[in-house]
């Protein structure tokens, strides 16, 4: 977060110092702060860094960036494993959801399983994920060991989309790297669980004539990894829209500068907000539903046709 100070006339950012780690001939560790926003240059053990358009270059004292005749810049850029606000978003999120959940246990070992607290608020969040999501999408048999993975991604997903909508403007499930690994978590227990039934529908189709199946075969296999890719872009697709969205709404209420465009702004942005906060939940529940269908469908049991 910045302000103009009217003193000065220059940008006062405001805000709290995350550790950057480099690893450049060993690993450099030190804050964020030295870098000011890419006005200052670090010194750390004798090199000189730069941050320039959301990357750390390698550079000397006076902060030279180098082109190519293409414009890119040519200087060293260090393998960066910096602690972003993401990643620092997504461990508090993590122990949020260890200590909400560990109460929610000990709750239920101390009260004869009844819930208590905070707990009550969650607990039928909960048996809904199982009776409505896990159970009919999977079955009674096998939907035991998914519902911790359901359970997590459901609650992750949806407390990273609501702290986007805070003041924090954290806007984790807004990354398409995020979304990605959770899809990839998706896929990977999908693909694991398979059953021969699962992969025989899946290579070779039983009850279709031999051509369909050399047909429908790669176009089945496609699907495989459609089906994860789909559930990455519609997260991250709809997170993106909303918050874009908002943003055009506010900052029409510095362009109209009237009463009329202006409270007409602010009446529309309010109402998608509220609309917001439905679609965090929505997206979780949608992610999370999704996911234990394409369980359900790796762990299905041959049937007769």
Known sequence: MSYTDEETGGKVYVGIPLPVILWDDGIKIFSSSKLNHGESIAEIEDKFYK????????????????????????????????????????????????????????????NGLVAKGVG?????????????????????KNYRKYMSFLLTLFFFIWFCNMIGLSPLG?????????????????????????????????????????YMKLIMAPIELLGVFIKPFTLMIRLYANITAGHITMMTLI???????NWLGSSLSFALAFFISIIEILVALLQAYIFTILSALYFGFAVEEEHDH
């Open 170 to 210: 954290i806007n984790v499930t807004g990354n398409i790297a995020v979304t990605f690994c959770l899809a990839l978590l998706t896929f990977i227990i999908t693909t694991v669980s398979g059953t021969t039934y699962y992969w025989k529908h899946i290579f070779w189709m039983p009850g279709m004539p031999i």
């Open 51 to 110: 941050l320039y358009h959301g990357k750390i270059y390698l550079t000397d004292s006076k902060g030279t960036i180098k082109y190519d005749e293409e414009g890119h810049p040519t200087n060293v850029v260090p393998l960066d494993f910096s602690i972003t606000k993401s990643v620092v978003s997504m461990i508090l999120v993590s122990l949020l959801m260890f200590i909400l959940f560990k109460n929610l246990a000990r709750s239920y070992s101390r």
């Open 251 to 257: 900052s029409m209420i510095f362009v109209f500068r």
């Open 120 to 140: 009550r608020f969650f607990e039928p969040i909960v048996i809904y994920i199982r009776d409505e999501i896990a159970i009919p999408n999977i079955g009674e």
